[in-house]
């Protein structure tokens, strides 16, 4: 059973949508991460939220501790944030869990 | 510049030849962690060090060894590569050793091909 889950698995979006993809963890894990993965294979950690909300420019993350869930929006997208979006765990482990990602394409 | 480098980024090579990943961090992190990737599996945790000389096995280790001797280096090390171990690896490093909930800061990637 991963701890991470992560949907929906692949989402196609035209320009100018507004996108969230959703992420579910297990008990244990105490921080989530957002990482985006673009072709050609490069990670970019985009956040780290252990509570509350972050925005940086048009992309914002957020988390309910509570019932274990976070989410990241992408305001008005564009094609050029078309790329692999995965959310991770960080554990009280210190040890790292993952989600299966979400494959995202903008359409112009 | 910060950053993770890993070397080399493409290898081909065959069973049984051991061979190692380099990766070095310039930014003092103390925390450093290796992982593979592959399709249908997504990324997994194979080893991690939250400071010199400490080191922890991940979700996969099996087949791999690590050592961290210095702060900025974290060399992940195939004994005996089978095929099974082809794959592409990410190094990765964020500042704390208190606990990884800092963000990470990963390396170009490593394609690794065993025949």
């Known amino acids: 059973k991963n701890e991470v889950e992560q949907s929906p698995q692949n989402l196609t979006a035209q320009e100018g949508e507004f996108i969230t993809i959703n992420c579910s963890y297990s008990?244990?894990?105490?921080?989530l991460h957002w990482l985006q993965q673009h072709p050609g294979g490069g990670i970019v950690s985009l956040f780290m939220?252990?509570?509350g909300k972050k925005k940086h420019g048009r992309l914002i993350a957020t988390i309910n501790i509570q019932e274990k869930h976070s989410s990241l929006h992408i305001t008005a997208s564009h094609p050029r944030d078309s790329a692999v979006y995965i959310c991770?765990?960080?554990?009280?482990?210190?040890?790292?869990?993952f989600g299966a990602g979400t494959r995202l394409t903008v359409k112009p | 510049e910060a950053q993770v480098t890993q070397n080399p980024r493409y290898l081909i090579t065959v069973t049984g030849k051991k061979l190692t990943v380099t990766c070095s961090q310039n930014?003092?992190?103390?925390?450093m962690s290796w992982y593979r990737q592959d399709p249908g599996l997504g990324l997994r945790q194979i080893y991690y060090?939250?400071?010199?000389?400490?080191?922890d096995k991940g979700d996969v280790p099996e087949g791999y060894k690590v050592s961290r001797k210095e702060k900025r280096n974290f060399p992940l090390i195939l004994e005996s590569p089978s095929p099974n171990q082809t794959s592409l690896y990410f190094c990765?490093?964020?500042?704390?050793?208190?606990?990884?909930?800092?963000?990470?800061?990963f390396g170009d990637g490593t394609r690794l091909s065993i025949l």
């Open positions: 990765a490093s964020s500042l704390s050793g208190e606990g990884i909930n800092q963000p990470q800061h």
């Open positions: 008990v244990g894990i105490s921080a």
């Open positions: 991770a765990g960080s554990g009280n482990n210190n040890d790292m869990r």
């Open positions: 939220l252990s509570s």
């Open positions: 930014m003092n992190h103390e925390y």
């Open positions: 060090s939250m400071n010199v000389e400490v080191t």
